[in-house]
């Protein structure tokens, strides 16, 4: 079967260290380690396939003991690995400091594997990306790659999504094909122009997340305005990682099932609430009925 969704970016090793007390600069801190399979592009896949929803995954890692725990473990909750390329590089990580409350004090991401993601081998996956519905892109891949993947996207006619991911990531980011949604926080789309810039220049939607403020989708009809549910619904917030992945993956799943772009949005809210209450990148009980189930 094809895959619906085509997402092209970056699969690594998450490291997840949080502290158990108010967080003491320039210091030990006792607290809690978790190490899983991450990145963007790759986390985005992993929750489109626990929705529900076909996907491939275009990534690099590396041919060592924590590439080969990435590729399992995305394989093993369904997504199609076979666009994943084993490359001399050590397979990347990202380390995340998490104070008490779960918020990211401070993350480090090595990504250099995701450099063999060149524009060449998104050209090479022409066809996968012809026959899927929507192309995911995520920011961490290089300027010209990313760049290419809109192109072939266009040349296709299948619909691009751009997660900008970071405000340096962002600033690189050139969007000089059309793009159906691009999916910033409020800094991002600051180095980005604005709402009217994206818009100009070829967006039809944006989507701008606010963390615990919930998000604004800004598209044809004006702008749609989403809170995330209550932490008595969904439980407090454990760990902030991968709730941005999760909310996009949902609004892809949700949009192919049929939703408005509107509907979407609340759908990827609650997935993203409920991804943040867990304390693992991707949640391992998400489904498409637990979500609809708070909405």
Known sequence: MNARVVVVGGANLDVLARTTDPLVAATSNPGTTVLTA????????????RLGTPVAL??????????DQVVAASAAT?????GVRRVAAATGTYTAVLDHTGDLVAGVA??????????????AER???????????????????????????????????????????ARALVLDHPVHLVTP???????????????????????????????????????????????????????VTGGGDAMLAAWCHAVLAGASEAEAAAYGQVAAALTVAS??????????ELVRSLL
């Open 185 to 239: 926080n409020a800094d991002e789309l600051a180095v980005l122009g604005g709402l009217e810039a994206l818009h100009a220049g070829g967006a039809t939607w944006v989507w701008v997340r606010r963390g615990g403020a919930g998000s604004e989708l800004s598209g044809p009809g004006g702008t749609t305005r989403t809170t995330p549910p209550p932490p008595e619904v969904v439980g407090e917030v454990v760990d």
């Open 127 to 169: 066809d996968r990306l012809a026959a899927a519905e929507l192309v995911v892109l995520d920011g961490n891949l290089a300027p010209a790659t990313l760049a290419r993947g809109l192109e072939v996207a266009a040349a296709v006619g299948t619909r691009a999504v751009v997660d900008p991911v970071s405000v340096p990531k």
């Open 78 to 82: 369904g997504v199609d690995v076979a």
């Open 110 to 123: 090595d990504m250099a594997a995701t450099r063999a993601v060149t524009p060449e081998v998104v050209t």
């Open 38 to 49: 991450g990145g963007v592009g790759r986390n985005i896949a992993e929750n489109l396939a």
């Open 58 to 67: 275009v990534a690099a890692v590396g041919t060592d003991v924590a590439g």
């Open 279 to 288: 304390p693992h990148s991707v949640r391992p009980d998400l489904t498409d």
